[in-house]
Each structure stands twice: as structure tokens, then as C-alpha cells.
T-cell receptor, first 115, second 110 residues
């Protein structure tokens, strides 16, 4: 399995501020994914973070709100910008180890509360 | 667009009982199907991965089956324990994307 370290594990933030979430993987991976899980809901893909190119965003998510960096093959960050209470969710990073049967692995998540 | 449905949304069983969780999906053109466990406020732990060419996978007390033609998967948990209490998520793998169901919240009563 892949070991994924995500931080912070939780945070309470004021509306209008920004939070950057970090995701560190124990080995090099081609693609990393960022998901959002709103309260009581399932996971929704925000974007795919590609090393050496811009992230690919899903419908309903934009770069200005969720900028993503991918400086190398083991690290990525997701920033939640200009936060509002509606951004209160669990944010999760994920990787797929394509050499191991395309199994997906997840970090422990960041529980964000915006007040 | 792929849609994944999990039934039931919640399930409560006494300890020791065998149980089945259900997952259905609308598009049978999948790469794989994965079952996860999520504890409250936490990330996801991978339980079982079934490739599209496989029919089932087993790990300990867990057995997952896949029937692509009917768009269904089941997760069988044998001899349930209180430590099995969690939300179980089914995710269908397409090209570079997983589509998740809303999960089944399982409570195992001692």
C-alpha cells in the first residue's frame, strides 16, 4: 500500500481566509487526486494534480477557488481560497499506484470548518 | 455519467451476524471496483479491489463480488464484530476517476 501523509488533519478557519492542505506520498506517483466530502455526502473529485502541468478540474470546480500545486512526484497542495461556511468539508488526497493493479489509496483527510 | 447506489444507507446488526452490503452502478464499462471503509471524520481505508476481469476477491472475513453485466457488487462480512462499525463506500473506477456511492453506515451491536 501507499503511505500518504496529509496535513493539517483538521482546522477551523474564518470566512474570507485561505487554507493550504499538504499531501506527501512515500513513493513517486504519476497522478494525485483531490476530493471533497461534504457533510453527509459521498466523495466528489475536485481535480487531478499532474506533475509538470496544470491540474485538471472537474465540472463545478475552478482554479481560482481551489489552486493546486504539484512540484514533484511525491507532493501536492490544495488551497481552499476565500472560504465561506459552504466550504466546510473533509478534503482528501488520493493516489493510484498503477503498477499495483490500479488500487487507489487515500490520506487521512483534512476536516475543515469555516466559521 | 456513472452513478453508484448503495443499499441500505444504514444497517444495525448484532455481533456475530453475517451481512451483505450492496452496490449498483449504471455504466458497466468499468476498469475496477473498490470497497473502502471510512471511520467518522477520517480518511478512507482500502478493503478490496476487484479488477473488471475478476468476479470476486477475498480478504480475511471480507468477500467482495462483481457482476459487471448486471452492474452489481456485494460486500460480504462474516462473523461481524463491533470493530467493523464504520461507513463502507463502494467506488467504481473509470478512466482516471473513481465514482463513489454514498455509503452504508454499519453498526455492530455487542
Amino acid at each position: 500500500s501507499a503511505v500518504i501523509s496529509q496535513k493539517p488533519s483538521r482546522d477551523i478557519c474564518q470566512r474570507g481566509t485561505s487554507l493550504t492542505i499538504q499531501c506527501q506520498v512515500d513513493s513517486q506517483v504519476t497522478m494525485m487526486f483531490w476530493y471533497r466530502q461534504q457533510p453527509g455526502q459521498s466523495l466528489t473529485l475536485i481535480a487531478t494534480a499532474n506533475q509538470g502541468s496544470e491540474a485538471t478540474y472537474e465540472s463545478g470546480f475552478v482554479i481560482d477557488k481551489f489552486p493546486i500545486s504539484r512540484p514533484n512526484l511525491t507532493f501536492s497542495t490544495l488551497t481552499v481560497s476565500n472560504m465561506s461556511p459552504e466550504d466546510s468539508s473533509i478534503y482528501l488526497c488520493s493516489v493510484v499506484r498503477t503498477e499495483i493493479n490500479t488500487e487507489a489509496f487515500f490520506g487521512q483527510g483534512t476536516r475543515l470548518t469555516v466559521v | 455519467k456513472q452513478e453508484v447506489t448503495q443499499i441500505p444507507a444504514a444497517l444495525s446488526v448484532p455481533e456475530g451476524e453475517n451481512l451483505v452490503l450492496n452496490c449498483s452502478f449504471t455504466d458497466s464499462a468499468i476498469y475496477n471496483l473498490q470497497w473502502f471503509r471510512q471511520d467518522p471524520g477520517k480518511g478512507l481505508t482500502s478493503l478490496l479491489l476487484i479488477q473488471s476481469s475478476q468476479r470476486e476477491q477475498t480478504s480475511g472475513r471480507l468477500n467482495a463480488s462483481l457482476d459487471k453485466s448486471s452492474g452489481r457488487s456485494t460486500l460480504y462480512i462474516a462473523a461481524s464484530q463491533p470493530g467493523d462499525s464504520a461507513t463502507y463506500l463502494c467506488a467504481v473506477g473509470g478512466w482516471n476517476q473513481l465514482t463513489f456511492g454514498k455509503g452504508t453506515k454499519l453498526s455492530v451491536i455487542p
